[in-house]
Nanobody, 129 residues
């Protein structure tokens, strides 16, 4: 059974930083690391959007233009955890952030929710001006 647990959300002022964690269990097989893990966010009254993703085996990363230069996605294989380091936060980054993942998925089309089978419960990020 695959489980994703997010943590690290909170309230910060504009310009601040947060580091989100997505602890995975049951996702990565011992014989292969083929999986894509993404971070999505959903602000009030807005659709959920893909923010970043990482191909678990090679560590190749993908980010939307809006967060490039401010957010970094990474993974620690020893902890089976994916991180989203968020710097220079803006009020418009305020949202519920979700971790999503699927196996046998090379991250092509990573911004599409439909590509991910497994989802976490989310962690709230609030940025005040």
């Amino acid at each position: 059974q695959v489980k994703l647990v997010e943590s690290g959300g909170g309230s910060v002022q504009a310009g601040g930083s947060l580091n989100l964690s997505c602890e995975t269990s049951g996702l990565i097989r011992t014989t292969e690391n083929v999986a894509c893990v993404g971070w999505f966010r959903q602000a009030p009254d807005k659709e959920r959007e893909g923010v970043a993703a990482i191909y678990y085996d090679t560590g190749s990363t993908y980010l939307i233009d809006d967060v490039k230069g401010r957010f970094t996605i990474s993974r620690d294989k020893t902890k089976a955890t994916v991180y989203l380091q968020m710097n220079s936060l803006k009020p418009e980054d305020t949202a519920m952030y979700y971790c999503a993942a699927d196996r046998d998925f090379g991250c092509m089309g990573w911004v599409q929710e439909i590509e991910y089978k497994y989802w976490g419960q989310g962690t709230q990020v609030t940025v005040s001006s």
